[in-house]
């Protein structure tokens, strides 16, 4: 994944291990909140907090999400794309700390990373759709900087 300074942020690192419990709960059949239970490493505070935050929303996520992604049911989307869907969807709706912009571009590059060459397109599509919606506004809402992670690290108490 780019960025500027090189090194991956806290909330990107807590992001990627976010969406990788999302797919691994998802592909064994189990709540997301057992497969946290059973980690062998402890999730860091942001990665539980958005992890039990979307498994105790996961219904609203989804009615949000397939409201925006029009075309699409939720249950036919790749499944790392639902993932990382599912992860931004969450933050747009249940953390107002967080810009839009940044929510918006770390989705698309964990889709451009780990999905299809189409996946982070179709993501920034349907994520700015529910920005929209949930925030009055897309990716433009908040202006980006290569400050935009370090303030978001200090809102969660990360930097």
Known sequence: MRQSSGARSTSRLARERVVALIYEAEAKG???EDLVDRQILPL?????ELTLGLSRRIEDVDALLGDAAEGWAVERMNAVDRAILRLGVYELAHRDVVPTAVILNEAVELAQTYSTSRSGAFVNGVLSAVAGRLRGGGPDEAEEDDDADETEEVADGQG
């Open 30 to 32: 189990v709540p997301l």
């Open 44 to 48: 860091e505070s942001l990665e539980s």
